[in-house]
């Protein structure tokens, strides 16, 4: 992740807080999920509100159709703001960012919204594990559990302290372990070492 480009900022402190979830629009991203947990969270009067960020991919047999989130934009439970280019500026305008999703390889959504210093509401699944680290810089969720993943969210909505910490974590775990910087330095450093080895194996 660019740690430049997806700078540190501080949450926006007028009105509900917002809670994020950008990705493609796929049923297995954790779309029902969220809208459930929007709901639960709704009912109990919490005051938030949820923003799906994001476009559909008609090639995906998991993808939600347009008619279906033009839906769930309609409804008073969340949010759908399509596609943006400008994510830096909309995890700027988010409190907490939420991927529930069944599976991952490395989420690059969650690299960046832990560089932007966001804490993070995931579930507990290969890919979302490596970056996120329950209680330090988010908390981890069972997948497909509505209730689990609305209870993490409210315990992150009520506790502003709890989310500035974290984000504050998230952003040295970023830079620590996934800037593009560091990786490139690395990278390069492993070359060097197999070039020398090889070089080593030659002359012998």
């Known amino acids: ?40 969270l709704k009912s109990q009067n919490l005051k938030a509100r ?7 991919d008609l090639a995906n047999p998991a993808a939600l159709t347009h008619k279906e989130l033009e839906a769930l934009d309609d409804s008073s439970v969340v949010e759908w703001w399509r596609w943006r280019g400008d994510m830096p500026h909309v995890f700027s305008q988010s ?20 560089s932007c210093g966001r ?26 559990n509505t209730h689990a993943l609305a209870d993490a969210i409210k315990a992150l909505i009520e506790d502003p302290d709890r989310r500035k910490v974290m984000g504050q974590m998230g952003r040295e775990i970023a830079a620590r372990e996934f800037s593009d910087k560091m990786v490139i330095v690395e990278t390069l450093a492993l070359y060097r070492t197999m070039l020398g080895d090889l070089s080593l194996k030659a002359a012998e």
């Not at 970056?131 to 908390?139: A, E, H, W």
């Open 1 to 40: 992740v660019d740690i430049d480009h997806y700078a540190l900022t501080p949450e926006p402190v007028n009105g509900h807080p917002i809670v994020l979830m950008a990705s493609r629009m796929l049923w297995d991203k954790g779309v029902a999920e969220f809208v459930e947990a929007a709901k639960i």
């Open 119 to 144: 804490s993070i509401v995931a579930t507990d699944v290969p890919g979302c594990r490596e970056i996120v680290k329950d209680g330090v810089n988010g908390l981890l969720v069972p997948p497909r």
């Open 95 to 114: 409190n907490i960012v939420c991927l529930p999703s069944y599976r991952e390889g490395l989420p690059k959504v969650l690299l960046e919204a832990a």
């Open 50 to 56: 949820f923003v799906l960020v994001g476009d559909t």
